[in-house]
């Protein structure tokens, strides 16, 4: 998982292309997320939309669903996991000045997230509420297509996530 991590940033950040994208969102666009994600937790699977609101700002929602198996004391326990987040995003291309093929984001979360064990479970797992921070990267292949590499802390949803985006 390592070594695909590093490639992932070095073709986000290294890569030389040509190009000519419109980075990031447009406003009044929206860009389709898909892909999977690290966790401790089973191997969560999510889809997000962001819109442009500015220029350097966008917004967006996101739904992620897990499933793992946990041996807890000697008993075998399956359980499932849905979050549902909207996050903001602030993108610093204009700022830092990086080619237009390249998007360079951080920005805030919040989300909810259920779940569902087993009624005879007992170990301390449980819903709630989660708010977080992100940090990520996008190369565009061109106009409309890329690959996104991100980080985030704070919430239920720590770890990082790799995919793909489709701006429409």
Known sequence: MKKLLLICCIILFNFNNNAKAQSPVN???MQLNAGVGLSNYGLPLYVGLDYGIHPDITIGGEVSFRSYRENYFGTKYGHTIFGFSVNGNYHFNTLIGIPDNYDFYAGANIG??????????IGRKSSGLGLGLQ????????EKFGINLELGAGNFSNGGKIGVSVRF
């Open 27 to 29: 406003v009044g666009k």
């Open 112 to 121: 909810f997230f259920t779940w569902n064990s087993p009624r005879n479970y």
């Open 135 to 142: 940090i990520g990267g996008r190369y565009y292949f061109n």
